[in-house]
């Protein structure tokens, strides 16, 4: 079983973007349940051509997963993501400063396409490893809404399972909590959050399979 895990790396207003080491932590990650997978991780830049160019390529590998993961700076929990919106940022440019010129992905598509994984599973595996998680129907209009919909355009329901997952903005170490404000969780948690999200998906993808 091939399981393709994705990050993204700086763009304006984040000159470190956590979703970049938790990709590769995960993949590095070693367990009984991932002895018989082959995890590929790769960091995109944070530029719309960077997707265009590099996902059609990593999803020609076929993998049987694509956990997808982003940063959301306004977040204080890590989201399971639903779907994905026909809808694109005029405001705010790429890492490459590239500017989109019209506000959806594709003119003749639907307005959003649903996620193919199975969610209340997917959070309540997650749950056990991590409480401060929920499903989410927003993934916003920037680049991670971009890759979701382009890796689920790919997939058409069918293969390979995708789940993009928006993460809050955490260091490799540990900081002060501000009093009054809502704990975020520790990139040590964030991880193990993420461990129990792929083995359930690998569980999904082993069902389907039967």
């Not at 399981?3 to 763009?11: A, D, E, Q, R, Y």
């Not at 700076?73 to 790429?94: H, K, M, W, Y």
Request: proline share 9%; charged share 20%; glycine share 6%.
């Amino acid at each position: 079983m091939l399981v393709l895990i994705t990050g993204f790396g700086p763009f304006p207003g984040a000159p470190f973007n956590p979703s970049a080491m938790l990709a590769r932590a995960l993949a590095r990650r070693r367990r009984p349940a991932f002895a018989a997978i082959d995890r590929t991780v790769h960091v995109f830049a944070t530029s719309y051509d960077s997707v265009d160019r590099e996902l059609p390529k990593l999803l020609a590998q076929k993998p049987d997963i694509a956990l997808l993961f982003g940063v959301a700076g306004r977040r204080r929990v890590l989201c399971v993501e639903t779907q994905a919106r026909n809808a694109i940022s005029l405001l705010f440019p790429d890492a490459s400063r590239h500017r989109p010129q019209q506000g959806v992905i594709e003119s003749s598509a639907p307005s959003v396409l649903k996620g193919n994984a199975p969610f209340a599973r997917l959070l309540g595996a997650a749950k056990t490893r991590l409480a401060a998680s929920r499903q989410s129907r927003d993934a916003g209009r920037y680049l991670c809404n971009y890759v979701f919909w382009r890796a689920l355009e790919h997939a058409r329901g069918c293969k390979p399972l995708v789940q993009f997952v928006h993460i809050p903005p955490v260091s490799s170490k540990p900081r002060p909590q501000k009093p009054g404000r809502r704990q975020t969780p520790s990139f040590a948690e964030l991880l193990n959050g993420a461990e129990a999200l792929l083995i359930a998906l690998l569980a999904a993808s082993r069902h389907r399979m039967r």
